[in-house]
């Protein structure tokens, strides 16, 4: 028995001798140990950014048009429109001077002499001699928006409310030039749209009272209907539209026996 017991004490002891070596081996396998503790990240930690929140595409409107606009009869010379408080304006009277010639400062001269304080007229219309043809000169009166010393019907009326435009010329003997014309039309159209005067109420000093002037060969007439036309082509179609319906057929002829209607 004692032959067996000494071979099995000795294979116990190589058994555990080779059990103990394993540790050993994971052991060495392991990494050194780092006693200087954990490492941190110096740097500062970044916010996360905030959330912003995204609008929804903005609709683009179509861009508004313009409107046209009305007709017109352009831009007028600075020295038509009065520095002085308006005067209440119901007439506009057309004149010929009677004369082959002149302009403002010869008829200022002549009136003068007769005794009266200025210029009769408020605008002279030249005829190529004194001034150029169809050139408009406009008198002391205008801008200070003084009462005419024009026409002398009675009661004063057409002095008192009535514009006084003088033709230079004799329009007994021979007609006004086509730039005196045309002046004509211009300045009485504009008179008519900012005074608010009616195309019947567009004279001749002969339809105020018994006189040849403007003379026979200057048609007020078809002035007024010229004049007329321009007004209504600056107006709105809708307004020029109820004007002729308000109004269908009516005449631009005046019978001199009505003139003297009140002006008010």
Known sequence: MAKWFVPLIVAVFLAAGCQQQKPAAVVANLPPPNFSGPVFDDRPAVAAP??????????????????????????????WVPVAQRNQWYWIVIHHSATPDGGAAKFDK??????WDELGYHFVIGNGTDTRDGQIEVGPRWPKQKWGAHDNAPGNQFNEHGIGI???????????????????????????????????????????????CPGRYLNVASVRRACAQMVASSESPE????????????ELLVDRRKTGLAAR
């Not at 905030?50 to 010379?77: D, K, L």
């Open 110 to 115: 002549m009136h003068r002499n007769k005794g």
């Open 239 to 250: 307004r020029a539209d109820n004007k002729a319906n308000a109004n269908p057929g009516e």
């Open 50 to 79: 905030p959330s912003v929140a995204v609008a929804p595409p903005v609709q683009q409107q179509p861009a508004p048009q313009p409107r046209p606009a009305a007709p017109s009869m352009g831009s007028v010379p600075a020295d």
């Open 166 to 212: 003088c033709l230079v010329g004799n329009f007994d003997v021979s007609r006004p030039s086509a730039a005196q014309i045309k002046s004509l039309e211009r300045l009485v159209a504009y008179l008519m749209k900012t005074y608010h005067v009616p195309a019947d109420r567009v004279l001749g000093h002969g339809e105020t009272k018994p006189t040849e």
